[in-house]
T-cell receptor, first 117, second 112 residues
């Protein structure tokens, strides 16, 4: 099915390890986003990419880096994982940042559940 | 900046009960408003949306009306089912910031 694909679905890391979360969309969307979901906190934006070749910080960027590899792919990297980064990570995409105001909404992936021990 | 406040729950109802989940927002300009639903173990799915004042979004028996005078977008359903058990997120985009801003989510449990 068309949509947003995230890998892996589950991951356990030791403190200090690094890893990259992968995200790909096949809807020709311009904008892509990384969120983390924590109990009682809702979804918080980590980084976003309004279009290919651009990335910007969101609400909680510390400890993360991103790469917009091409129009389809947007990866999230944890350079030195910490227990505070234990969370569920969601990637999302939308057709265009500015047309979101017209109500197109986002398409979300199914999430990556990350545990840092 | 933009913000969304929704009732935190959890909300527990019996099947066929009436549901209201309150959502209010703060934004400059004229945002679009959304309700997303997250079923257990899944990502978020768009449930309904409204793009201008007095619009009513509806889907799967759920409704929400964009009330600019009260800056609200409350979610309602007349008769809930067990299959409606999920987390519901109110969100907005547009105004000064085109990115989606989410509320903290409301867990709904419907018992048979």
């Amino acid at each position: 099915n068309a949509g947003v694909t995230q890998t892996p679905k589950f991951q356990v890391l030791k403190t200090g390890q690094s890893m990259t979360l992968q995200c790909a969309q096949d809807m020709n969307h311009n904008s892509m986003y990384w969120y983390r979901q924590d109990p009682g906190m809702g979804l918080r934006l980590i980084y976003y990419s309004a279009s290919e070749g651009t990335t910007d910080k969101g609400e909680v960027p510390n400890g993360y880096n991103v790469s917009r590899l091409n129009k389809r792919e947007f990866s999230l990297r944890l350079e030195s994982a910490a227990p505070s980064q234990t969370s569920v990570y969601f990637c999302a995409s939308s057709s265009s940042g500015r047309t979101d105001s017209l109500g197109y909404g986002y398409t979300f992936g199914s999430g990556t559940r990350l545990t840092v021990v | 900046g933009n913000s969304v406040t929704q009732m935190e729950g959890p909300v527990t109802l019996s099947e066929e009960a009436f549901l209201t989940i309150n959502c209010t927002y703060t934004a400059t300009g004229y945002p679009s408003l959304f309700w997303y639903v997250q079923y257990p173990g899944e990502g978020l799915q768009l449930l309904l949306k409204a793009t201008k004042a007095d619009d009513k979004g509806s889907n799967k028996g759920f409704e929400a009306t964009y009330r600019k005078e009260t800056t609200s977008f409350h979610l309602e359903k007349g008769s809930v089912q067990v299959s409606d058990s999920a987390v519901y997120f109110c969100a907005l985009s547009g105004g000064s910031n085109y990115k989606l801003t989410f509320g903290k989510g409301t867990l709904l449990t419907v018992n048979p």
